[in-house]
C-alpha cells in the first residue's frame, strides 16, 4: 500500500483549484493525471520581467514591463485586422496589437485616459514599436503580483504557460514534508536542499543557472530518482540471490554434439563468455548476467551451448524473444541443431493454435518438451514447467526487468537468467537497466566477417541507387530497403513502406516483398521465408526487421530519410547486412535540410562500426528520453534525470543503494523506512514485494 503522506500527491489533477475538466484533458496529455505528474514537469526556461524602461529605452526583442498611459482603441475594420491600442509615456509612443479581439474586453481592461502596467514582448513593425497581446496588464495598484522571474514550461496545444502555472500552484500546495532517504554525510557534502525545498527551488528559478541540469536542487531531485531506480534493482538482486538456485553442471555431452555441427570455431571471447555463464550456472545460487555483443559477435551460439548445459544436467531452458520474427528465425536456427543432438524442442506464440498450445502446454509441464522459443505467450500463467533451469531474454530492454521475473518465477527453485542484447548500451544506460546483472560482453565478432561499406547519399540521386540495386542483383545479392512509415502520412514528407513497395516492384517486377508491423503475422512470415530462400531479391520493410533478422545473401542494406531514425536503430539496421564474407554496403538516403544533431548521427555512422562507440554519441546527440524509447520497453521511464549530463550522480546512488540493502534488507530503520517511500513516489513500488516484511 502507497504511504499515506503520499495520497496528495497521487490525488487527480481535478482537485486542484482552477483545474476543471477541460484544462485537466490538456494537462493529462501533457504531464499525467496525478499531482505528481505536474510537479515532475519542470520548466526549461524562464521570462525576466524585472527591466522597466522608458519607451525610448525600448530594444525590439525584448520583454519589457511599461506604465503606460492608455490612449484611442482602432477597432478592426474586418476580419485579420488586428485591433490597436495606442499608448504613452513621457518619453515616447507604443501600440497594443491583439488579434481576433473582442472589443468590450479590451475596453474594460484598457479604458481610454487609464494608467496600466504591461509586460510582453516588444517588437518593431514599419518602423514602429508595439507590444503584441501582453503577457500581463494590470492596474497601477496590482504591480506586486507582477512576477518578476516567470518560469517556462514545455507545453501542448490549447494549454498556456500562465495556465500551466497556475495548476502548478496549486500542486506546490499540496507537497508533504517528507522523512530524509539520502545518506546524510552524502547530503551535507552535496550541500543539496530537502526534496521539497528542492522541486519548490526547480519551479521557481531566479536566474538562468536555476533551470540547468548541474542546478543543486535538479541534481538532488536527478539523485532521488537514481536512488529510487537503483534500489529497486538492488531489492530485485537480493532476491535473486537469496532465491534457492539450481545447480546446472553441464556435462558436454550435446555441446559436443553441437559443436561438431557447426560451420565455425568460437572466437576467444565467446569462449570467456561461455565459461563465465557456466561457472555461474555450476553455482547453488540462481544466475543473473547479461550478454552483450555487438551486431554480429554471436550471441546467440553462446545462449545455444549455455541452453545445453541446463539440458545436460536435466532441466528445461525458454528463450523468449520480443518479436514473432526474431522469435521464429531462433527456432528455426535452433531447430537442426538441436534435434541432431536428440534435444525436443518447441515454438510457442500468440499464433499457435489452441490444439498445438494445448500439446505444447502438457509436454512442457510433464517435462517432454527439453527446450521452448517463444514471444510474450510464454509469460503466461498456464506455461509451466517440469523443471525449469534456465531462462534466455533475448533483447531485454523490450521486455523489462518485471517481465523477466514473471517467466523466471516458473521454475520449482529460482532458474538461472541469461539476458541478452545485441542494442549496444551505453555504461551509463546499462547501469540504470541492467544494475541488478553480472555482465559479460563479447568484444570481437566472428573471423571472415568483412565491414560495411556506409555511404550517405541525396534522396534525390534515386536513379544512382537503383543503378547500384541493378548490379547487386545481377551479382546474386539480396537487398533491404527500409522505410520510417508503414503508409503515406499527410503531416510528414516521409517515404512509406507501402508505397515503396508499389514503386520498387514496377522497376523490378517479382522481385520484392513488403515487411512491416500492420501486417498480419502469415503475410509476413511469408514475405521473410520467400527472402531468406531467395525466391526475393528485395525486401522492402518497416524497422520490424532492425534486430536479429539473419540472411547472410543480404549484402546492401538501404535505408530511407535515414535522418530520421536514430544512431542505434541505423546501427542495428546496418548489421543486417555483412554477415557473411561477400562484401556488404549500407547506403543512408537522406533529405535536403539537416538539423545539426542528424547531420552529426550519420557522419558518425560513416566513420565507426564500433557499436558501444555509436551507443555513447547516441546519448550525447539525444539524451536517455529517446534512446530509451516507449513506456513498453523495458527501460526505467525517468521523470527528472537527464542520463547524458547527469551521469556522474548514477555511480554514488548505485553504490548508496546496494550499502543500504546490505545493512537494512528489510528496510525497517528510520532511513529504510523513508527509502521505502522514496520507492513508492517514484513507483517502484514492484520492488518493495522483495523486501522481506512488509
Known amino acids: 500500500m502507497r504511504p499515506e503522506k503520499l495520497f496528495p500527491l497521487f490525488s487527480d489533477i481535478q482537485a486542484l483549484a482552477g483545474v476543471g475538466p477541460r484544462v485537466a484533458q490538456y494537462l493529462e496529455r501533457l504531464a499525467g493525471s496525478r499531482v505528481i505528474d505536474l510537479l515532475w514537469h519542470l520548466p526549461t526556461g524562464f521570462v525576466d520581467r524585472r527591466w522597466e524602461p522608458k519607451i525610448s529605452e525600448l530594444v525590439p526583442g525584448r520583454i519589457a514591463t511599461l506604465r503606460l498611459k492608455i490612449g484611442k482603441h482602432r477597432k478592426s475594420p474586418r476580419r485579420g485586422i488586428p485591433y490597436k491600442i495606442a499608448a504613452s509615456d513621457q518619453t515616447g509612443k507604443l501600440t497594443l496589437v491583439f488579434f481576433r479581439a473582442q472589443e468590450s474586453y479590451l475596453l474594460e481592461q484598457l479604458p481610454e485616459q487609464s494608467e496600466r502596467i504591461v509586460s510582453g514582448r516588444v517588437d518593431s513593425y514599419a518602423d514602429k514599436l508595439q507590444m503584441v497581446h501582453p503577457d500581463y496588464i494590470l492596474k497601477p495598484d496590482q504591480r506586486a503580483a507582477l512576477p518578476a522571474i516567470e518560469p517556462v514550461y514545455p507545453l501542448t496545444l ?392 539473419d540472411v547472410p545473401e543480404a549484402t546492401v542494406m538501404i535505408v530511407e530519410h535515414a535522418e530520421r531514425f536514430g544512431l542505434a536503430q541505423l546501427h542495428q539496421l546496418r548489421g543486417r547486412v555483412g554477415r557473411s564474407s561477400r562484401p556488404s554496403s549500407c547506403l543512408l538516403l537522406r533529405g535536403e535540410n539537416l538539423s545539426e544533431v542528424a547531420r552529426s548521427r550519420l557522419a558518425i555512422m560513416r566513420q565507426t562500426d564500433d557499436g558501444f562507440r555509436i551507443a555513447e554519441e547516441d546519448l550525447r546527440l539525444r539524451g536517455a528520453g529517446e534512446i530509451l524509447g516507449t513506456r513498453q520497453s523495458g527501460f526505467p521511464q525517468f521523470r527528472v534525470v537527464d542520463l547524458a549530463r547527469q551521469a556522474s550522480l548514477l555511480e554514488p546512488a548505485r553504490d548508496d543503494a546496494r550499502l543500504a540493502v546490505e545493512k537494512d534488507p528489510g528496510l525497517s530503520t528510520p532511513r529504510g523506512r523513508a527509502l521505502r517511500i522514496l520507492l513508492y513516489l517514484f513507483e517502484r513500488e514492484a520492488a518493495v514485494r522483495y523486501l522481506k516484511s512488509g
Open 158 to 549: 490549447g494549454l498556456s504557460n500562465r495556465t500551466l502555472q497556475k495548476a502548478l500552484k496549486g500542486a506546490l500546495k499540496e507537497m508533504p514534508e517528507l522523512p530524509e532517504w539520502i545518506d546524510p554525510g552524502f547530503l551535507k557534502q552535496q550541500q543539496w536542499p530537502s526534496w521539497r525545498q528542492a522541486l519548490e527551488a526547480a519551479h521557481t528559478p531566479k536566474a538562468e543557472a536555476d533551470i540547468q541540469p548541474q542546478a543543486p536542487q535538479r541534481q538532488r531531485l536527478a539523485y532521488d530518482e537514481l536512488l529510487a531506480s537503483q534500489m529497486a534493482l538492488a531489492l530485485v538482486r537480493l532476491q535473486a540471490k537469496k532465491s534457492k538456485g539450481r545447480v546446472n553442471k553441464a556435462t558436454g555431452r550435446l555441446q559436443a554434439v553441437v559443436r561438431s555441427g557447426l560451420p565455425f570455431v568460437l572466437t576467444a571471447s565467446q569462449e570467456q563468455v561461455l565459461g563465465e555463464i557456466q561457472a555461474d550456472m555450476a553455482a547453488p545460487e540462481a544466475m543473473l548476467r547479461l550478454l552483450q555483443g555487438d551486431v554480429g559477435s554471436g550471441k546467440t551460439v553462446v545462449a545455444l551451448l549455455a541452453m545445453l548445459s541446463a539440458v545436460e544436467a536435466g532441466a528445461q531452458a525458454a528463450l523468449a524473444a520480443p518479436t514473432e520474427i526474431l522469435a521464429r528465425q531462433h527456432f528455426m536456427d535452433l531447430k537442426p541443431r538441436l534435434e541432431v543432438a536428440g534435444v525436443r524442442l518447441a515454438f510457442l506464440s500468440g499464433r499457435t493454435s489452441k490444439n498445438e498450445r494445448q500439446k505444447i502446454l502438457t509436454d512442457l509441464e510433464q517435462g517432454r518438451l527439453n527446450l521452448i522459443v517463444g514471444t510474450h505467450a510464454l509469460l503466461q500463467e498456464d506455461v509451466k514447467f517440469k523443471d525449469l533451469g534456465l531462462v534466455v531474454v533475448d533483447e531485454q530492454h523490450r521486455f523489462g526487468v518485471y517481465q523477466r521475473l514473471a517467466l523466471s518465477r516458473k521454475g520449482r527453485t529460482a532458474p538461472d537468467v541469461l539476458v541478452m542484447t545485441a542494442t549496444p548500451i551505453p555504461r551509463t544506460l546499462s547501469l540504470t537497466v541492467y544494475g541488478d546483472m553480472e555482465v559479460s560482453r563479447i568484444t570481437e565478432k566472428p573471423p571472415g566477417r568483412r565491414p560495411v561499406t556506409t555511404r550517405v547519399i541525396l534522396l534525390k540521386r534515386l536513379d544512382q541507387v537503383i543503378a547500384a540495386m541493378r548490379r547487386a542483383l545481377e551479382k546474386g545479392d539480396r537487398i533491404y530497403w527500409v522505410c520510417p512509415l508503414v503508409a503515406e502520412s499527410e503531416v510528414l514528407d516521409l517515404s512509406a513502406a507501402e508505397d515503396r513497395f508499389e514503386t520498387l516492384s514496377g522497376i523490378f517486377p517479382g522481385q520484392v516483398g513488403l515487411v512491416h508491423g500492420r501486417l498480419k503475422g502469415e503475410k509476413k512470415d511469408a514475405a521473410m521465408a520467400d527472402f531468406t530462400a531467395g525466391r526475393l531479391q528485395i525486401l522492402v520493410s518497416t524497422t520490424v526487421i532492425e534486430v536479429g533478422v
